[in-house]
């Protein structure tokens, strides 16, 4: 299988849907994209460096606002419908009485999130629909996450930076769904620039886009599994990588991260920590150095260097963090041996999903085949294969019809 490009235009069917359902036309759309994360394995929470980039795959939202303090809330992909009421959000219950289904959380998360925080959150009707894989490692949550508090954010006209967004709808995701996720995505969506990624330092909050060459494609490779059981399983890295700052500050009295451990302290202390939190540890220290380093190297344009850093990074996520899987590697080890093939690794939190490659432009397609015909081969899984292009940030269109 080649690969192939994604649309960018609006669902028809998320307007005529909308039409539909609630018997109006929408007031306007808003389109929040996924990521690809070139470089930094689950480095976010350690208050490390990631180097992502924001991809055409989006969370699409349908809106009109209610006169009501009630989101009605329609999920196009699973022909589903759910209300809930803004006054009582705390109990993550639906109109009817019923828990709310965890799809709506995400909705009610982020409204709960932006009171927490002081905005008042108006009624609406919205319609979701997306393209960005769940599960997939594509940050199909931060997507839809993002998309609602620019919905909200639009109606209301806060002048609320989208730092802060970003960081309120990690609040939504952390304490409201309860995945202890970092701030990479929901950034990502916010921050997107085309043809570029974005070098962002998560304790410090700043961050530089720098441009992608031209002369390289970026292919997500989709093994066609997705994550079971994982947020319990990502919270235990978290909590693994908070281990490791305490066992640490035994040495390193002054740490409050990770991020903090220079690879040299690192070496020094390693072997006093046991296992895994060693392990755990080594991998985030190092994968730090390797998105700073990654970040010089697409300074300098040297794509070579970019990929083996990719490379090391997902062999280091596969064999010191433990977040890859059976077919994310057997995707990676189907890769190798094709000239155009630059580097590649797993995306997102990792156990099953995407990976990305770079590869040179030109040959990207036959890369892509190559690839998909030998994974297919070792797994009799078909994969899907595409040409990312990279996305700005969420934003609004009036003007759509
Ligand atoms: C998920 C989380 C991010 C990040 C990655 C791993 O995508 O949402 O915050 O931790 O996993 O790098």
Redesign the pocket.
Known sequence: MGARTPTEKPPARLIEQFRAVFREDPEFLVRAPGRV?LI??????NEGW?LPAAITRYAWLAVRELPTALITLHALDMDEQVAFRLTDLEDRKALNGQPLPRWAQYAAGVAWSLQEAGLATPGSQIMITSDVPVGA?L?S??AVEVAYATAWAHIVGWKVDRMKLAQLC?RA?NEYVG?N?????QFTSLHGKPGHALLFDCRTLEWEALPLPEDISLVVADTGTRRQLTDSL?NQRRAECEQAVQALREYLPDISALRDVTVEQFTAYRDRLEEPIRQRAEHIIHENARVLAAAEALKRGDVITLGHLLDESHLSARDLFE?SGPELDAMWEASQGHPARLGGRF????WAGCLVFLAKAGAAEDFAAYTARRYEERTGISPSMSHMRTAGGAEVLEDWA
């Not at 930094?40 to 929470?45: A, F, M, Q």
């Not at 995306?347 to 990792?350: K, L, M, R, S, Y």
């Open positions: 994360d930094g394995t689950h480095t976010d929470y990631v490692g940050s949550s931060a990690q995701e995945v996720s970092g701030l990479m995505d990502y977040a995306i997102g939190a990792g």
